[in-house]
């Protein structure tokens, strides 16, 4: 166990249907950041913040993805008209910069199935 | 990020020390090498992470070669639980944000 916890760890749902998945960081560090991992592939980066600012948006976050992460504590990622091909786990890691050297820490990601 | 070159698959005896080699030789002078690996199904887990100097945590040794044009991360006396697999990545560090740039990765199988 890290300590990045994410919820929930599975869901399923119905194409078109809009989708919420939520981050708890590890409690002081102040960068998070949202991965998405396919069958066979490494994970892929989708999106990351500095405390409560989002700095960075992959190509790979389309229109119908939104990230917040309020007051710079925990983070949602929110997948509006979901499509089949969201279908895949997402990751959330948390860091905290210390002389130079960043460490990400991964949650268990939560898998989402679209069917 | 610079891109690494890993084989795709390594078999390794149980107690004996695995030796997971990486290629990364268009890294920059301030790009990190970290090494992560994936279980099945849960997300990846934090090994090690070096500069230019070797390293060496309780889970395993980081070897950088001398012109950083590749790295061998060792675990010194695999166990079946090592079964995973190992991703070798070079990306920026410290002021700059983090990303991290997962390629394929090493399949490593630990065998009895």
């Known amino acids: 166990d890290t300590g990045v916890s994410q919820d929930p760890r599975h869901k399923i749902t119905k194409r078109g249907q809009n989708v919420t998945f939520r981050c708890d960081p590890i409690?002081?560090?102040?960068?998070l950041y949202w991965y998405r991992q396919t069958l066979g592939q490494g994970p892929e980066f989708l999106t990351y913040f500095q405390n409560e600012a989002q700095l960075e948006k992959s190509r790979l976050l389309s229109d119908r993805f939104s990230a917040e992460r309020p007051k710079g504590s925990f983070s949602t990622l929110e997948i509006q008209r979901t499509e089949q091909g969201d279908s895949a786990m997402y990751l959330c890691?948390?860091?905290?910069?210390?002389?130079?050297?960043?460490?990400?820490?991964f949650g268990p990601g939560t898998r989402l199935l679209v069917l | 990020d610079a891109k690494t070159t890993q084989p795709t698959s390594m078999d390794c005896a149980e107690g004996r020390a695995a030796n997971l080699p990486c290629n990364h030789s268009?890294?920059?002078?301030?790009?990190?090498v970290y090494w992560y690996r994936q279980i099945h199904s849960q997300g990846p887990q934090y090994i090690i992470h070096?500069?230019?100097n070797n390293e060496t945590n309780e889970m395993a040794s980081l070897i950088i070669t001398e012109d950083r044009k590749s790295s061998t991360l060792i675990l010194p006396h695999a166990t079946l639980r090592d079964t995973a697999v190992y991703y070798c990545i070079a990306g920026a560090g410290g002021t700059s944000y983090g990303k991290l740039t997962f390629g394929q990765g090493t399949i490593l199988t630990v065998h009895p």
């Open positions: 070096g500069l230019k």
């Open positions: 268009t890294i920059s002078g301030n790009e990190y």
């Open positions: 409690s002081e560090h102040n960068r």
């Open positions: 890691a948390s860091s905290l910069t210390d002389r130079g050297r960043e460490t990400q820490y």
